[in-house]
């Protein structure tokens, strides 16, 4: 269910009402470690709750990075973030290759809803060109796709007795225009617009959706240019709700509310939607909702606390599932108090395939089984 767009007044006339940011980690300022080089086919795994959705190797920099990657000066040129210490780098120009960033927005879109986004580019020193049509587009479903060329839709049609795959260009909800390139290296310039929600959009991807004829391909006029196409550093991105649809009650904040676990000491239940990568502990960034939501449920009861669970199915020796139980629930511990958990409030135990909630002998039951659970252990005094 997508949740409720809260309203927020700014003060501002022309801003009357303005949701908060949906966008998690939006100037690239939390990472795992500093950027150490940019590698042409490799994954962006330093920063936090940002992926890049094809094979194109999408790029970190932050003044802690190394010569390459550093900021303000890096192999691409020299800017100063907008906000922070830190930025992305896409290329965007090059049908033959094309890079993205993605990233799992906090709350899925309302229907009906207006969405105010912006994003901050600029151009970097060394590309010869730039383009006018970079975008973000909103999808209900991660994009996945190992391609290093443009980002398309691909689906499968039956053709006779086999299928063929169709391809058709992205439609991104926000976009700017080809007739105003975005060739400024010296300054961020802003690529803003509204749109309505159909509900239920949960992933943001940032880049160019356009072939290069349709893109507003324009010189840069740098006398320094030694790379091809048009390459971009982005920073302060936002995603916010504007207006709710004439008909929208608060029935979703309550329905929410009333969907909310008690309180009581011995209450267990699963932390749904936290997802791991195969056989280790390390946190996929698609948990980061569910374990946002945990944290809200812990601030707004400072007395509470809880034991993390972590549980396995039965595939693999019972040691084994034991120890990967266990160092789960740590890294949800660890996760936690990273951001700002008290960890006297919470307790991770590892419970391996020993308490199965389905049957272990079928796909869905085992996924059933490898979960997340939360147990409270002492309440808060209000009873609730």
């Known amino acids: 269910m997508a949740a409720a767009c809260v309203l927020l007044s700014t003060g501002r006339a022309q801003d009357s009402v303005r949701g908060p940011n949906l966008v998690y980690n939006h100037s690239f300022e939390d990472y ?84 105010e986004v912006a994003f901050h580019v600029s151009l970097a020193e060394l590309s010869p060109e730039g383009v006018g049509t970079l975008g973000a587009l909103f999808t209900h479903e991660r994009i996945a796709d190992t391609s290093r060329q443009i980002l398309m839709h691909r689906e499968s049609s039956p053709n006779g007795l086999a299928k063929q795959t169709i391809a058709t260009y992205y439609t991104p909800q926000v976009m700017g225009s080809a007739d105003r390139p975005l060739t400024d290296t010296a300054v961020w310039q802003r690529v803003e617009g509204r749109f309505v ?71 267990t239940f699963v932390l749904d939607d936290v997802y791991f990568e195969f056989d280790r502990s390390t946190i996929l960034q698609q948990s980061y909702n569910a374990l946002t939501s945990l944290i809200a449920m812990l601030d707004e009861h400072p007395q509470l606390r809880i034991e993390i ?64 659970e939360i147990k409270v252990i002492a309440a808060d005094r209000s009873g609730n």
């Open 32 to 115: 795992r470690e500093c950027p150490q080089r940019i590698d042409a086919t490799g994954v962006l795994t330093t920063v936090e709750a940002w992926y890049q959705p094809t094979g194109g190797s999408s790029d970190y920099y932050n003044v802690c990075g190394r010569r390459e990657c550093a900021v303000p000066n890096n192999k691409l040129g020299s800017q100063m973030p907008l906000t922070g210490n830190g930025y992305c780098g896409i290329y965007c120009s090059q049908e033959n290759y094309r890079e993205y960033l993605q990233t799992e927005l906090r709350t899925p879109l309302e229907a009906g809803a207006t969405y």
């Open 197 to 267: 929600a159909q509900g239920g959009e949960r992933f943001m991807t940032i880049g160019n959706f356009m072939p290069t004829s349709r893109s507003g391909v324009a010189s840069s006029g740098s006398d320094r240019a030694i790379v091809r196409g048009a390459y971009y550093y982005l920073d302060d991105v936002s995603v916010r709700c504007v207006a709710r649809p004439p008909t929208a009650d608060t029935t979703a904040e309550k329905s929410t509310t009333q969907a909310r676990p008690k309180l009581a000491v011995g209450t």
């Open 309 to 372: 669970g972590g549980h396995t199915d039965s595939q693999g020796s019972e040691k084994y599932n034991l120890r990967l139980s266990e160092s789960r629930a740590r890294a949800v511990r660890d996760y936690l108090v990273e951001r700002g958990v008290n960890p006297r409030r919470l307790r991770f135990r590892g419970y391996g395939e020993s308490q199965p909630r389905a049957t272990n002998d079928t796909e869905e039951g085992r996924a059933q089984n490898r979960r997340v």
